[in-house]
């Protein structure tokens, strides 16, 4: 397969200073309210969003990007559930297909770890 996969979890409308102090980790992304969602364009972004992502390749399981996700945040656990209680946490995932479909499940450890940081899920798959 020669698929790419982008796994990222977004922490929306918090002080990105505060999530990156908290976390003790850089973002891959950090937008502030305001900012231009496009250099060219007149459009902004309506509220904060602090973010890290993980681009994988060659994946055949949309389950082994989650596992990575979750390796990398879960010494950061009880950091992320009391982000959760206050703003918006989402797990998403970006898939480019160039060959094949990677399967889509879900081991209990990772929903467990999703519910818990009470974080939402979103899945996008292309075909290109």
Do not use: C
Request: hydrophobic share 40%.
């Amino acid at each position: 397969m020669k698929n790419e996969i982008f796994i990222r979890l977004s922490i929306f409308d918090a002080n990105n200073d505060n999530v990156t102090s908290l976390l003790n980790m850089q973002p891959t992304k950090n937008v502030q309210k305001g900012d231009l969602i496009t250099k060219k364009g007149t459009r902004v972004y309506k509220y904060n969003i602090w973010s890290y992502e993980i681009i994988l390749n060659n994946l055949e399981h949309i389950e082994v990007a989650f596992e990575k996700i979750i390796e990398l945040f879960k010494h950061k656990k009880n950091e992320l559930i009391s982000l959760g209680k206050e703003y918006d946490l989402e797990i998403s995932v970006s898939g480019y297909l160039k060959d094949g479909m990677p399967s889509i499940h879900f081991t209990h450890d990772s929903i467990d770890f999703i519910h818990a940081i009470n974080a939402e899920v979103d899945i996008d798959i292309y075909a290109q």
